[in-house]
């Protein structure tokens, strides 16, 4: 973040001393300038205020309620390296999004290079439990799984972060609560599941998140899955881990940023 600031001609104010040559017009004979009393009636020379300098001043939570004043998004990572970049914590300060910024901060997101490890993580767990059995196993089996991890992955981010939420005019950003008791946000950080708000700040049920996910199963389960997988079940498997992923999100979501704060505090 760039901070600016403006630099006093004199840096350190001093008191305007009157000219001696006035001193000595206005002294009597023989009294010099400097034995005159000061005339405890004149206004006294104001100092000038000195300009705050910016080092030492940057905060992170400053850093990040500026981002969001900003753009609208955020830089955060949950646990400092998975993009968390729709997750707002200063709901009334923040400007809507366009359609073209949904899909630059998803696209953002998607491809960041944590996910791709992330996938493989992902594409490995599944090696491991035999998911998607036709593949196999070997090298090559996980590759194909790592492709359809990162597939799956993309096209129900893309259907929900940003897609559907231009054509419906709805944000996709998550608001974190941020007070209350654990079990209040914890029910409010799932309910984001079904409510979210439109464009202009009006309370919505989440087409975005339900229907959208529900497309995203649709199209990766009969375009690049096994053939013998691409059928209702499976696609309807699919829909049911993607949203239950989002609800883990979520939840996280909401509780991250006190994690964080108290981490920044006690260190």
């Not at 959208?212 to 995203?216: C, E, N, R, Y």
């Not at 992923?245 to 939840?251: A, E, I, L, M, N």
């Not at 981490?263 to 260190?267: I, P, Q, T, Y």
């Given at each position: 973040m760039v901070f600016s600031f403006a630099v006093a001609t004199q840096a350190v104010p001093q008191q305007a001393q009157p000219p001696v040559a006035n001193q000595e017009q206005n002294s009597p004979a023989g009294t010099k300038a400097e034995d005159k009393k000061p005339d405890p009636n004149a206004p006294e020379a104001s100092p000038e205020r000195q300009q705050p300098t910016a080092t030492g001043t940057a905060k992170p939570a400053q850093d990040q309620k500026s981002q969001e004043q900003t753009s609208?998004?955020?830089k955060d990572r949950l646990f400092w390296t998975l993009?968390?970049?729709?997750?707002?914590?200063?709901?009334?300060?923040?400007p809507p999004l366009t359609a073209g910024q949904k899909f630059k901060v998803v696209a953002r997101s998607t491809f960041d290079p944590v996910e791709f490890v992330y996938i493989g993580f992902v594409a490995a767990v599944g090696q491991a439990n035999n998911s998607d059995s036709a593949y196999g196993q070997g090298w090559g089996a996980y590759g194909a799984r790592y492709g359809t991890a990162f597939g799956d992955n993309m096209v129900e981010n893309f259907m929900v972060g940003a897609i559907l939420p231009s054509i419906l005019h709805q944000d996709p950003r998550y608001y974190q609560l941020g007070k209350g008791s654990f079990v209040h946000r914890t029910g409010y950080a799932i309910g984001r599941i079904f409510v979210t708000r439109s464009d202009s700040g009006h309370k919505q049920f989440n087409y975005s998140e339900i229907f959208?996910?529900?497309?995203?199963a649709g199209i990766s389960t009969y375009s690049?899955?096994?053939r013998d997988e691409q059928n209702l079940g499976n696609a309807a498997s699919v829909w049911g881990t993607q949203i239950g992923?989002?609800?883990?999100?979520?939840?996280v979501k909401e509780f991250w940023p006190d994690v964080r704060r108290k981490?920044?505090?006690?260190?």
């Open positions: 609208g998004v955020s993009p968390n970049f729709l997750t707002v914590e200063n709901a009334s300060q923040i959208g996910s529900a497309i995203g690049y899955h096994p992923w989002d609800v883990v999100s979520t939840v981490f920044h505090k006690e260190k």
